[in-house]
């Protein structure tokens, strides 16, 4: 049952459903923002917004091209985030059997805050938000109360262009590399954005630039030698912690 995203988005039209769907099924507050003079809103993910349509506009020639895409944690093969975490408190961040999920739990608001700024500085894709006011540290779930009851992520049961899929991770790699093949006739650009690490697979027909700062990693997918080294030794970390009170 390894879940995976595949995110094709030429299909995206920057409706932002699925950006409202996710924070009415978590029942998070609205954010409060203002017009920037951009057709994404709000500017960034924070602590109540686990998923957001980012737009860029550029120039190719005399065409003006807009780019979406709607980013939301990529739930890696080999979670960074994880590790950095268990190295403080283990259980903090799970990685769920069944599907595959990367979720922070209620143990987040345990974690220092040199944990959670290890979790973000370890996170390729800039993710983890922390709430200043409860502690939690948070980011997109999968719907995992959805999908253990064999229903969509909500987000993508709202999508109504089909940009959105998801389903058995074979299933969605083998939709992806047709769509990649198609579009390819016309794009000669056109990828998949780190498909064999992540579980939220993107199709891009451009420059990775051309669409937001960390649509490609920005650091290493997976355990490190660094990360792997802290691993073993965080129990005698933990143990140091707890002598000295």
């Not at 995976?4 to 507050?29: S, Y």
């Not at 739990?105 to 040199?114: A, I, Q, S």
């Not at 997918?221 to 990360?227: D, E, F, K, L």
Request: proline share 6%.
């Amino acid at each position: 049952m390894s879940k995976t995203f595949f995110i094709d988005t030429t299909k995206c039209t920057a409706c932002r459903g699925c950006q409202v769907a996710c924070k009415e099924w978590h029942d998070l507050p609205a954010t409060e923002t203002k017009q920037r003079g951009s057709h994404q809103n709000p500017p960034d993910l924070n602590a109540v917004t686990y998923k957001v349509v980012r737009f860029r506009e550029h120039k190719d020639g005399d065409r003006v091209v807009w780019n979406f895409f709607a980013e939301q944690c990529r739930h890696c093969l080999e979670p960074p985030c994880k590790d950095a975490a268990d190295g403080y408190l283990p259980g903090a961040v799970l990685k769920d059997e069944k599907t595959g999920a990367v979720l922070f739990t209620e143990l987040t608001k345990k974690l220092p805050k040199d944990a959670f700024e290890a979790m973000a500085s370890d996170c390729p894709y800039n993710i983890p938000r922390r709430d200043e006011k409860t502690g939690a540290i948070t980011k997109c779930d999968m719907c995992i109360d959805r999908v253990n009851n064999g229903l969509l992520p909500i987000c993508v049961k709202t999508c109504p262009t089909g940009a959105m899929n998801f389903g058995e991770r074979e299933e969605m790699l083998k939709l992806a590399d047709s769509r990649l093949a198609e579009l390819k006739k016309q794009y000669p650009d056109a990828q998949l954005v780190d498909e064999t690490d992540v579980r939220v697979v993107y199709l891009i027909t451009e420059d990775p630039d051309y669409y937001h700062d960390f649509v490609v990693a920005q650091g290493p997918v997976g355990i490190t030698r660094q990360m792997a080294l802290a691993k073993l030794t965080s129990p005698l970390r933990s143990s140091i912690r707890r002598l000295i009170g």
